[in-house]
């Protein structure tokens, strides 16, 4: 650190700063280490070579992680902000990574506190809301700064409207949009330090790789998901009135911050698309702009930030074109990107419930409410609700159909129940009562219907084709199952649908205000005579603004999701059936497996098994709560759709759902055809899902059936050969025994022929032609010889024999007498039942 410190000390003496300029010859080998140019300033042409950066690139290079982390805590502190601002960029870039995602930077999505414990420590300390890292955001702010931001690496929805000189409708990006000079390469955007490195921040999450499948990282405990949970209980406080105080820029003047203009508060926030050279004209930044809005500029732009960057990947008209079953998808998340949104979601329900209740009711609302209540009002549907929606509608549609959906899942319920993170929900009683719904939540519900309705229907659509005999699939539909089936949930959903449907009311006066954006001021309704008009009219505002005006709603309670909630019923039945009928299965053959079966010696059958399941990895009490939730969902779904048990039971008999012999040998669903069984669209996904299944059994020439694992391969091809060469030879003789109508006739046909093909049923037309096209005559069969159960109850007979004085010989032959006796006795018994069927 002396060293480092001398060296900047005589960068910065007059006398001594003409005997370095020659530090840019040696400056392009550092370049070589992959660390991002000065050209991400605004303004590059001002820019003199620095020393300081060319220091700290070299160090990066050279220095362990936390002596640099010393060495720039020292810098951030002792340097002002005029030489700090050229190694601003490099130092984002150098944590965070580059936006292509070829530098990983400091790995935060792979840093854990339990595997490097000093790293972790070290670079949380740096990169807290209050640490050295944000003390330079804030000295930089102080002067004004900007830093370029390529629009390139923007979210598709973004990038495309720029490009087209159409400015979004967020207001993050009013007044920021740089077009390049003549020759230039693509737009930038004019950022702030503190944006620049929130951008940055949040990118991170987007364009590095996706973690290794064989890294098993435990998101909630990366550095990364922690500093994000960190830096919204700072800036979006849920106690208290204001922000904590600046008091991170020593020595120096506040920030000065980037507010919003008095013309144009939250309600007018993106109303109508512009052109860039409109928008730049009529919102300009204010001179004059209300210093109370100074408190949450950075809560503002934040919150924006995140949302753009994790939740902007679509909008409407892509999503209307993603419906198509030959659209490419734009952007694919990942988990770990769902559970960070799910993070943001849970903490915006917090933020916004921190109002005190006199705050809540829209006619306590004045001139004299602070930002920051306005901003806790507007936050989530001005910010986030659209964007959102649109991100769920893509991730119900798109998302692998297997247990991965879960985080997909909980972030959607961990929006559609803000009640959970009010304040009074701490205070809250276990009895049934305390989880009833409170009528307080009705305009939630009603102003995001869409969120409860139409992403249910997306959800019974996935559920109705996935296996729900998985536990894990059946823990899903028993989450959701749950969630709407709270005590007068479904009652605010019915009243909200209601609402929507209601014929129009013309009022010539506010025609045209119909059905645009929502404003949230909480004034604008308050002319309007009628309160349920009021109220019907947010809820069509809300659907129109996200489906579009031709929408086509189906309503939830409706006949036609009615029809598939019960036959999610009727596969929940099934699902069940199949379960338990696994578990008798698995006990059975568990306790009827003969002892040498351990040794891997004893045959499988396996034209009696089920297909396979995660069933049988888990365990029997995998099958137990499989049987719970399933049995909790089908009881909330009765409740929540007033199904009664008669209507289950129609229900299931109508469909064919009951099962003979505990479902065992239930076929699949299919219609008699001229050349056999056709399955239905039913049987086809009972099959594929392991509900039902055909017995399958081997109906071809039992000596060319595949070796099975408890054969000897070698031996039985060995054994086959002498088997079929003795049938080539003694074909005409062992036929003639064969008819002989006497004892020795009888006893060749029980040892040299098959049972007759007639006894096999279910064969197909294809194999029915087959095998009437292939007579096959009497024949030696020594298979058996190749099985090792049979040649292990050899050696056990010999060993037995031996410990009573018996020969090998001699044991052969009382081997052969008692197969003898075995042959004749089996003889006589099939020829008796011969004669009694006839």
């Known amino acids: 650190m002396t060293t480092f410190r001398r060296r900047v000390a005589e960068w910065r003496s007059p006398s001594l700063r003409r005997a370095t300029l020659w530090v840019p010859q040696w400056f392009p080998k550092v370049a070589v280490f992959n660390v991002p140019q000065e050209a991400a300033m605004a303004f590059p042409h001002l820019q003199q070579p620095s020393f300081l950066l060319a220091s700290l690139k070299a160090d990066s290079v050279n220095k362990p992680f936390a ?70 955001v804030y000295k930089l702010q102080a002067e004004d700064y900007k830093f370029d931001f390529p629009v390139s690496y923007l979210p598709g929805p973004v990038k495309a409207s720029i490009q087209e000189r159409v400015l979004p409708d967020s207001p993050l990006y009013h007044n920021k949009v740089q077009f390049p000079p003549t020759g230039g390469l693509g737009l930038n955007l004019a950022l702030n330090p503190f944006e620049y490195y929130m951008f940055f921040f949040a990118l991170s999450l987007i364009t590095q790789k996706p973690l290794p499948g064989t890294l098993h990282i435990r998101t909630s405990d990366c550095a990364y998901f922690i500093l994000v949970d960190r830096y919204l209980s700072w800036f979006l406080p849920t106690e208290g009135s204001v922000l904590p105080a600046l008091s991170s820029s020593p020595g120096g003047p506040n920030p000065s911050p980037a507010p919003r203009t008095p013309t144009m508060p939250f309600a007018s926030y993106g109303l109508h698309h512009t052109s860039l050279l409109k928008r730049h004209i009529s919102h300009q930044t204010s001179v004059n702009a209300d210093p109370a809005s100074h408190e949450i500029w950075r809560s503002e732009t934040l919150l924006q930030v995140f949302v753009e960057m994790w939740l902007h990947h679509y909008s409407l008209e892509m999503y209307q074109k993603m419906q198509s079953p030959h659209a490419k998808e734009s952007f694919t998340p990942t988990e770990e990107h769902v559970l960070v949104v799910r993070l943001l979601l849970k903490h915006l329900h917090a933020f916004s419930n921190s109002l005190k209740p006199e705050q809540v009711s829209p006619s306590t609302h004045s001139h004299a409410t602070s930002p920051l209540e306005e901003f806790k009002r507007a936050a989530v549907p001005r910010f986030v609700q659209q964007k959102l929606y649109l991100f769920l509608q893509h991730c119900f549609g798109h998302w692998p159909l297997d247990a991965s959906f879960r985080a997909v899942l909980e972030m959607w319920l961990s929006y559609l129940q803000p009640w959970r993170y009010a304040p009074e929900k701490q205070a809250q009683s276990s009895d049934c009562l305390a989880r009833c719904v409170s009528e307080r939540w009705a305009p939630f519900v009603q102003e995001n219907l869409l969120m409860y309705t139409k992403l249910f229907v997306g959800f019974l659509s996935r559920a109705l084709r996935t296996d729900l005999v998985s536990p894990k699939n059946a823990l899903m539909v028993f989450r959701v199952a749950k969630v709407f089936a709270q005590p007068n949930l479904a009652e605010m959903i019915q009243k909200g649908e209601q609402l929507f449907l209601e014929p129009e009311l013309v009022i010539p006066h506010r025609q045209h205000r119909l059905f645009t954006a929502p404003t949230f001021t909480g004034s604008f309704l308050s002319s309007w005579p009628p309160a349920v008009t009021d109220a019907s009219f947010k809820v069509k505002s809300h659907v129109y603004s996200l489906e579009g005006q031709d929408c086509k709603y189906t309503p939830m309670f409706g006949p036609e999701v009615r ?276």
Not at 93 to 116: A, H, K, T
Not at 640 to 648: G, V
């Open 67 to 136: 002596q640099r982390c010393q060495d720039l805590v020292k810098v951030i502190e002792d340097f002002p902000a005029k030489e700090l601002h050229a190694i601003f960029p490099w130092l984002v870039e150098s944590i965070f990574g580059s936006l292509d995602g070829v530098l990983v930077g400091w790995n935060l999505r792979c840093l854990q506190g339990r595997v490097s414990p000093v790293e972790y420590s070290i670079a949380m300390e740096f990169l807290d809301p209050g640490g050295p890292m944000m003390k330079l």
């Open 563 to 838: 029809t598939l909630v019960l036959r999610l019923a009727q596969l929940i039945t099934q699902a069940k059936q199949t379960a338990k009928s696994i578990s008798d299965q698995c006990g059975e053959s568990t306790a009827g497996r003969p002892f040498l079966s351990w040794l891997g010696f004893c045959s499988t059958d396996t034209n009696s098994s089920y297909a396979a399941n995660d069933l049988d990895e888990i365990g029997q009490d995998s099958v137990r709560k499989t049987d719970e939730y399933l049995e909790k969902a089908l009881e909330y779904l009765c409740q929540m759709f007033r199904l009664s048990e008669a209507q289950l039971t129609q229900l299931t008999l109508a469909l064919g759902t009951t099962q003979d012999e505990n479902g065992k040998k239930q076929l699949p669903d299919c219609v008699v055809g001229e050349d056999g069984l056709i399955l239905t669209p039913l049987g086809r996904y009972q099959i594929i899902n392991g509900l039902r299944r055909f017995d399958i059994e081997y109906q071809g020439d039992s000596e060319l059936q595949p070796i099975r694992s408890y054969e000897i391969a070698s031996l039985v091809r060995v054994l086959f050969r002498l088997s079929s060469a003795i049938n080539r030879r003694f074909a005409g003789p062992m036929a003639a025994l064969c008819s002989r109508a006497d004892f020795l006739g009888s006893f060749c046909r029980y040892h040299l022929t098959e049972p007759g093909l007639a006894d096999r049923h279910l064969l197909s037309p294809v194999a029915r032609g087959c095998a009437a096209r292939r007579p096959r005559g009497p024949r030696l069969s020594l298979r058996f010889l190749g099985s090792y159960r049979t040649l292990l109850s050899l050696l056990l007979a010999f060993f037995v024999a031996s410990l009573f004085c018996i020969g090998p010989l001699p044991c052969a032959l009382l081997l052969v007498l008692g197969y003898l006796l075995y042959a004749v006795a089996m003889t006589l018994l099939t020829e008796r039942s011969k004669l009694h069927h006839l």
